[in-house]
């Protein structure tokens, strides 16, 4: 795991399902996203819905995390055909 020195709540822009809560959380704690999908889920229920309450806070205060640019040698281009 990573120093918590480096760790950065956002949310993800590539692996998200609906805000890109958990695909952050999971880049910043090096899990799988499913796993902390079905923890959250888990503990909505148990929790009589507290963790709901979280997801919606980070989902409205944590910044998505910008995109990573795609490398010039995986742009497709189009050629023309004759």
């Not at 819905?49 to 910008?66: H, K, T």
Request: glycine fraction near 8%; aromatic fraction near 4%; include cysteine.
């Amino acid at each position: 795991m990573q120093n918590l020195n480096s760790f950065r709540l956002h949310r993800s822009s590539t692996d998200k399902m609906l805000g890109g809560v958990c695909g952050g959380l999971a880049e910043s704690l090096e899990v799988d996203a499913t796993l902390l999908r079905l923890a959250f889920v888990a503990l909505t229920v148990l929790g009589a819905g507290a963790a709901a309450v979280i997801y919606v806070a980070i989902w409205a205060l944590a910044p998505v995390d910008p995109a990573p640019a795609t490398p010039a040698a995986e742009v497709p281009v189009d050629t023309p055909t004759v």
